[in-house]
């Protein structure tokens, strides 16, 4: 039986045990989940994300049905724009707190694009909007 502290287990994920999958929320990237979802019950998700070479964006909007959502680059760059916040280039070290429904679109990325994503829940829907 899993211990639990507070609704969570305890879990370490190595990059070296990690695989990326590619049936993520966009075909462009691919996704390495950190364990977190299984830990919390589903309350938080985290995963490292990386670009697909020779993949692009279609750059369309969209938004999610979610109560937190931080991307943290580790690697490349992304341009990401916001709904009234205008576009803005992420590099190594850039983090974004990407507010509750916030439309938004990834308009470009380096194919050495990688990151790292925390939500909550882990489970969210999203929705394809128009240009604000």
């Given at each position: 039986m899993t211990q639990l502290w507070k609704n969570q287990?305890?879990?370490?994920?190595h990059a070296d045990d990690?695989?990326?999958q590619g049936q993520g929320l966009r075909p462009f990237f691919e996704y390495r989940d950190l364990g977190i979802r299984a830990a919390t019950g589903?309350?938080?998700?985290?995963?490292?994300i990386r670009a697909v070479p020779g993949m692009d964006s279609p750059a369309a909007w969209h938004s999610h049905d979610l109560d937190f959502?931080?991307?943290?680059?580790t690697?490349?760059?992304v341009v990401f724009e916001y709904e009234g916040q205008g576009e803005?280039?992420?590099?190594?070290?850039s983090c974004a707190l990407q507010p509750p429904g916030i439309r938004h679109r990834e308009?470009?990325?380096?194919?050495?694009?990688?990151?790292?994503e925390i939500i909550s829940p882990a489970e969210f829907d999203t929705h394809d909007e128009a240009a604000p």
């Amino acid at each position: 039986m899993t211990q639990l502290w507070k609704n969570q287990a305890f879990t370490i994920a190595h990059a070296d045990d990690g695989k990326f999958q590619g049936q993520g929320l966009r075909p462009f990237f691919e996704y390495r989940d950190l364990g977190i979802r299984a830990a919390t019950g589903g309350a938080y998700g985290a995963h490292v994300i990386r670009a697909v070479p020779g993949m692009d964006s279609p750059a369309a909007w969209h938004s999610h049905d979610l109560d937190f959502q931080m991307v943290y680059v580790t690697r490349g760059w992304v341009v990401f724009e916001y709904e009234g916040q205008g576009e803005h280039v992420l590099r190594a070290g850039s983090c974004a707190l990407q507010p509750p429904g916030i439309r938004h679109r990834e308009v470009r990325h380096s194919d050495d694009l990688e990151l790292i994503e925390i939500i909550s829940p882990a489970e969210f829907d999203t929705h394809d909007e128009a240009a604000p």
